[in-house]
C-alpha cells in the first residue's frame, strides 16, 4: 500500500508545480517506507535531509511566481512555509541529535500537512497563475 498517492484532487492544474508536487509525494512514500523499516539513522537522515532541500527549493519556485505576479495572498501562504520549514528541521535537527525517534506520527504529520496545504492552501492559487500564464 502506497503511502500517499497522487490523484487529479490533488493537481493545481499547473504541469510544473504538479510534478513538484509528485516528487514530494514520491519523497514523502520513500521517507514512510525507510521508517516503516526501520532503516539506519544514516539512511533516514539523508532522506529527512533531502525532503527538507526539496521542499524548501518548491516553495521557493511558488514564491517566486506570487511575487512577480503580485499574488494577493502572499504572506499568508509564505507564512505557512516558514511554518513548515522550521517544524521540518526542528525534527531534522531533534532526529539526528539522538532526541527523537521518528514515528508514525511524525509521517503523518509530514502527509496531512503535505495534503492539506496542496488542497486548500494551493488550489488558491491555481487559477491565478494560469490566468498568467504558468504552465
Known sequence: MTFLSWTDELSVKIDSIDNQHK???DMLGDFYNNVSNRSN???ISKLLLGMKNYTVMHFSTEEQYMKK????EYEIHK???EQFVDKVKEIEEKFNSGKLVLTFEITM???DWLK????ETDKKYS???IRHGIS
Open 23 to 25: 516528487k514530494l509525494i
Open 41 to 43: 539513522k544514516e539512511s
Open 69 to 72: 505576479f503580485d499574488y494577493p
Open 79 to 81: 507564512k505557512e512555509h
Open 109 to 111: 504529520f509530514l502527509k
Open 116 to 119: 492539506k496545504h496542496i488542497l
Open 127 to 129: 487559477d491565478f497563475f
